[in-house]
């Protein structure tokens, strides 16, 4: 008797899983054989619970899924990202997985594992310490009340997002567009060095492609979101959409660093990015009461002109970012003002 229920037991998970199987989505199933050879690591779902002690230290959620703490055999610290049960195709996970799995840049996140079994999906990142940007800019995270990163620091991160991007633009044989820079979507290891991550809604294309005809949808955040992205009237879709994103993200950044009232600068009333402009143009010093050096006035001003240049309404306009890591480089006194910005809609929370 205990053998024959021991046999119905084996068929069933037997039929269960060929069930599981055919109902992968055949484009995924076709990208994981592809990939079954090549890093990342594919793991299955019982050791995924068995890293994270099932699933017991939350490190974050939002519309994507969970964020868990584990910890591999080899003792490495991991991030885990456990997908909702999605019923597209899997578009972004394959993005994901295709797009981060073939990179490897100090400012993009490495993406160490995956899983992919039946609905279960899941991603396996190294452990960022420092969390995402977005809660030093706004300070809303109690445990780090009071904790300002210094403008030495911003600045540096902000370098080290354009070297990731240019690194995803330019440095791999297939160009990444990553289509949702924000703050939420960049994370600090321990040392406060920023990687880009988050590739769920990237896309791959032909390094000699400039333009890009097969984006059918708006993708992005909102306030982030380059206007030709939802409007082909403002211009082509190409890699100058991330370098809108980066733009709005690096005013936020001295935003945020300035204790501008985020109430305020989210109103139709007052436009954070025209604030800047006005500061710029008027040839305004930072308040000493900011307790702000000249050089630090400097690498501030330097931050402003960057953004703004990045966020010119006319994709033709803004500079690559190539031409942005030049920016850095030079004197932000050689920098040449960019022209007044015209649109005029702030960044929104996710």
């Given at each position: 008797?205990?053998?024959?229920?021991?046999?119905?037991?084996?068929?069933?998970?037997?039929?269960?899983?060929?069930?599981?199987?055919?109902?992968?989505?055949?484009?995924?199933?076709?990208?994981?054989?592809?990939?079954?050879?090549?890093?990342?690591?594919?793991?299955?779902?019982?050791?995924?619970?068995?890293?994270?002690?099932?699933?017991?230290?939350?490190?974050?959620?939002?519309?994507?899924?969970?964020?868990?703490?584990?910890?591999?055999?080899?003792?490495?610290?991991?991030?885990?990202?456990?997908?909702?049960?999605?019923?597209?195709?899997?578009?972004?996970?394959?993005?994901?997985?295709?797009?981060?799995?073939?990179?490897?840049?100090?400012?993009?996140?490495?993406?160490?594992?995956?899983?992919?079994?039946?609905?279960?999906?899941?991603?396996?990142?190294?452990?960022?310490?420092?969390?995402?940007?977005?809660?030093?800019?706004?300070?809303?995270?109690?445990?780090?009340?009071?904790?300002?990163?210094?403008?030495?620091?911003?600045?540096?991160?902000?370098?080290?997002?354009?070297?990731?991007?240019?690194?995803?633009?330019?440095?791999?044989?297939?160009?990444?567009l990553h289509f949702d820079i924000k703050?939420?979507?960049?994370?600090?290891?321990?040392?406060?060095?920023?990687?880009?991550?988050?590739?769920?809604?990237?896309?791959?294309?032909?390094?000699?492609?400039?333009?890009?005809?097969?984006?059918?949808?708006?993708?992005?955040?909102?306030?982030?979101?380059?206007?030709?992205?939802?409007?082909?009237?403002?211009?082509?879709?190409?890699?100058?959409?991330?370098?809108?994103?980066?733009?709005?993200?690096?005013?936020?950044?001295?935003?945020?660093?300035?204790?501008?009232?985020?109430?305020?600068?989210?109103?139709?009333?007052?436009?954070?990015p025209r604030w800047v402009y006005k500061?710029?143009?008027?040839?305004?010093?930072?308040?000493?009461?900011?307790?702000?050096?000249?050089?630090?006035?400097?690498?501030?001003?330097?931050?402003?002109?960057?953004?703004?240049?990045?966020?010119?309404?006319?994709?033709?306009?803004?500079?690559?970012?190539?031409?942005?890591?030049?920016?850095?480089?030079?004197?932000?006194?050689?920098?040449?003002?960019?022209?007044?910005?015209?649109?005029?809609?702030?960044?929104?929370?996710?």
């Amino acid at each position: 008797m205990l053998l024959l229920l021991l046999f119905i037991f084996i068929c069933y998970h037997r039929i269960k899983t060929r069930h599981e199987s055919s109902s992968y989505p055949k484009d995924v199933e076709a990208f994981i054989r592809n990939y079954a050879s090549s890093k990342p690591c594919r793991f299955r779902y019982a050791t995924l619970k068995k890293i994270t002690t099932s699933f017991k230290y939350e490190l974050g959620k939002g519309g994507y899924g969970n964020v868990y703490k584990g910890r591999l055999t080899d003792g490495r610290v991991v991030a885990v990202k456990v997908l909702n049960e999605t019923k597209g195709n899997g578009e972004e996970f394959i993005n994901e997985v295709a797009s981060i799995g073939r990179t490897s840049h100090v400012n993009v996140v490495t993406l160490l594992g995956y899983v992919y079994e039946g609905k279960k999906r899941a991603l396996i990142y190294e452990y960022m310490p420092n969390g995402s940007l977005e809660k030093f800019i706004h300070g809303t995270t109690p445990s780090l009340k009071g904790q300002i990163l210094s403008w030495e620091k911003l600045y540096n991160i902000a370098i080290g997002i354009a070297r990731g991007l240019e690194y995803l633009h330019c440095g791999c044989n297939t160009q990444i567009l990553h289509f949702d820079i924000k703050p939420h979507n960049i994370l600090l290891d321990k040392d406060f060095c920023p990687k880009i991550s988050d590739f769920g809604l990237a896309k791959l294309y032909n390094r000699e492609k400039s333009i890009l005809s097969s984006i059918m949808h708006a993708r992005g955040t909102i306030g982030y979101i380059a206007p030709e992205v939802i409007s082909r009237n403002f211009g082509p879709v190409s890699h100058k959409s991330d370098v809108y994103s980066y733009g709005m993200m690096i005013l936020e950044m001295v935003g945020g660093r300035k204790n501008v009232d985020a109430r305020a600068a989210r109103t139709s009333e007052i436009y954070f990015p025209r604030w800047v402009y006005k500061h710029i143009h008027d040839n305004e010093e930072t308040s000493s009461a900011d307790n702000i050096t000249e050089e630090e006035n400097h690498v501030v001003r330097k931050m402003m002109i960057v953004g703004l240049w990045c966020i010119q309404t006319n994709p033709a306009h803004r500079p690559s970012i190539s031409k942005v890591m030049e920016m850095f480089e030079g004197d932000s006194a050689a920098l040449e003002m960019p022209p007044k910005p015209y649109m005029c809609s702030p960044p929104s929370s996710p």
